[in-house]
């Protein structure tokens, strides 16, 4: 059984690498007894899909809310795009 770190680490490691099978059977065993490293891998799945959204997604999603005058919402896209 792995320990909390082991499975963050794997949880981690399978953003940007393929687990092997052993690996995902030991991280699925661990993610259902532990809520916290449950946690820790769906908040790193949620950051790890924000990060890598592209721009014309951005700009798709920021001209679709409704909540935001225009001028406004080009503010925000012009300050995330020179961000990258």
Known sequence: MLDCNQATLLASKKL???L???ERIRLK???MNCK???NFN???EKIDKIIKIT???LEHKCHHSI???ADKKQKIID???KEQ
């Open 67 to 69: 909540h935001l005058e």
């Open 79 to 81: 300050k995330l795009m």
């Open 36 to 38: 916290f490293c449950y």
């Open 20 to 22: 092997s099978l052993w």
């Open 29 to 31: 065993i661990h993610l």
């Open 16 to 18: 940007d690498d393929k």
């Open 42 to 44: 769906l908040q790193s």
């Open 55 to 57: 721009p014309d997604e």
